[in-house]
């Protein structure tokens, strides 16, 4: 008589063991999914995702980042693990976020804005905006609210804000308008504008709690657009040079407990600041020495991008090429050679 069959792993064992995981290997548990149709259930589930980075202590991992390479857009995944993106012509990488990539049309003189899902290859043209842009910016996220865990979105339904200024970008005199676009409605919002002047720097926004924050005049000043009461407001005094340098580069971030901090390269230096609210002043939280961590004879450019959502993951782009730095382990990744563009995915 054949032994009777061994009994099936309740479903709380099989998660509690999926949990230990090696989070840097995304490849384990897909095929851990493909094992049966139960394990695929529980892998599937809306809330594995939250538990599986509340155990491992950690934020989502970055798949990659696009880049813009010969006139395409280019995905640079981090691991052999990652999807395979095949390369997108022509259009411009603006934003990237909860799995949708928002691109500029290259194709037309007007603000031509559409929503690609590189998984799926899924593309959503948004209505021409009827206003001209000197210089400009624009971010995609979630319009679920307060209701959406961001780090693992299903939500359908988004939003699309665009920042620009209404002149040409030679004199930097005209107002800065946003306009948002919800796909509930389908449409643009009229625009509303802020005083004073200034130019929108290219440099991907921070989503911080209900507001999105944009660099201005060249990495002088940050712009804050509430998502909430559609106002703007302009952050004036950023932190101090420590080291006596000129740089503009500094960029928004969200911190780990959804404040807003900023991140600028001086010299070899990189450095982290939070904004108290309750002394109203900027606060240096974190000062880490690149010299000793990239490769020996690289050459920095003072260049670079935060990761939005609190990945907490910095690209730092050099002449030799692009590095990722984990701001928790200090692991340092060469991606890629130098281009000029990228974006977070």
């Not at 993106?85 to 037309?108: E, F, M, P």
């Not at 780090?151 to 308008?177: A, E, M, N, P, W």
């Not at 690289?298 to 260049?303: A, Q, R």
Request: aromatic fraction near 10%; hydrophobic fraction near 40%.
């Amino acid at each position: 008589m054949p032994p009777p069959p061994k009994p099936a792993l309740v479903d709380d064992l099989v998660e509690e063991i999926l949990l230990r995981l090696p989070p840097d290997d995304p490849a384990q548990l897909l095929r851990a999914a493909l094992v049966c149709k139960r394990w695929g259930r529980i892998v599937s589930d809306a809330g594995f995702g939250r538990r599986f980075r509340s155990f491992q202590h950690r934020s989502p991992p970055m798949l990659g980042c696009f880049c813009k390479v010969g006139g395409r857009n280019r995905f640079v995944p981090t691991s052999s693990s990652c999807p395979r993106i095949a390369d997108h012509r022509g259009d411009r990488v603006l934003d990237a976020r909860q799995g949708r990539v928002l691109v500029k049309l290259n194709c037309s003189r007007q603000c031509d804005l559409a929503i690609w899902d590189p998984i799926t290859g899924e593309r959503r043209n948004l209505p021409t905006l009827q206003r001209f842009a000197g210089t400009y910016n624009a971010s995609v996220l979630c319009a679920g609210g307060g209701t959406c865990d961001r780090h693992s979105c299903h939500c359908k339904q988004f939003l699309v804000v665009f920042i620009g200024t209404d002149d040409d970008y030679t004199d930097y005199t005209g107002r800065i308008f946003s306009c948002v676009y919800s796909s509930d409605t389908g449409a643009w919002s009229e625009p509303a504008f802020v005083h004073p002047p200034s130019c929108i720097d290219p440099v991907p926004g921070a989503l911080s709690g209900n507001a999105l924050y944009y660099q201005i005049q060249m990495g002088n000043k940050i712009l804050k657009y509430d998502l909430g009461s559609k106002a703007f407001s302009v952050i004036h005094h950023l932190p101090p040079l420590r080291y006596g340098d000129y740089c503009k580069h500094i960029a928004p971030m969200a911190t780990e407990d959804g404040g807003l901090g900023v991140v600028r390269v001086e010299r070899t230096r990189l450095l982290l600041w939070s904004w108290n609210t309750g002394q109203a002043r900027w606060v240096e939280s974190r000062t880490i020495r690149l010299r000793k961590r990239l490769p020996a004879g690289f050459c920095l450019v003072p260049d670079f991008l935060a990761i939005p959502d609190g990945t907490g993951v910095f690209l730092l782009v050099t002449a030799d090429g692009i590095f990722s730095i984990d701001l928790k382990t200090l692991k340092l990744r060469d991606m890629f050679v130098y281009f000029a563009f990228f974006y977070v995915f």
